[in-house]
Nanobody
Framework: QVQLVESGGGLVQAGESLRLSCVAS????????MAWYRQAPGKQRESVAG???????NYADSVKGRFTISRDNAKNTVYLQMNSLKPEDTAVHYC?????????????WGQGTQVTVSS
């Protein structure tokens, strides 16, 4: 059974930092591309940052220079370091694992962790 468990969310003031963690089980973690998404009330879920199995990273323009995604394959964990947080970063943040095997794409989601940034 695949499980992705996020933690690290909370309520902070603008300018402060948070680090989100996502621990995966039931998958071959090192083979999966990992990503963080977020969904604010009334908005669609959007990609925040991703990291491939090889370690290549990509970021949404809105978080470049402020957020850093990293992974620790020995701990089956992906992190999102969020600095200089803004009120517009307020959202439920979700962890995603994606594995492509031939013509099949396997995608898994965590339950989400709330990040609230007050002004």
């Amino acid at each position: 059974q695949v499980q992705l468990v996020e933690s690290g969310g909370g309520l902070v003031q603008a300018g402060e930092s948070l680090r989100l963690s996502c621990v995966a089980s039931g998958i071959i973690f090192s083979s999966n591309a990992m990503a963080w998404y977020r969904q604010a009330p009334g908005k669609q879920r959007e990609s925040v940052a991703g990291i491939t199995s090889g370690g290549s990273r990509n970021y949404a323009d809105s978080v470049k220079g402020r957020f850093t995604i990293s992974r620790d394959n020995a701990k089956n964990t992906v992190y999102l370091q969020m600095n200089s947080l803004k009120p517009e970063d307020t959202a439920v943040h979700y962890c995603n694992a994606r594995d492509v095997r031939g013509s099949f794409v396997y995608s898994y989601w965590g339950q989400g962790t709330q990040v609230t940034v007050s002004s």
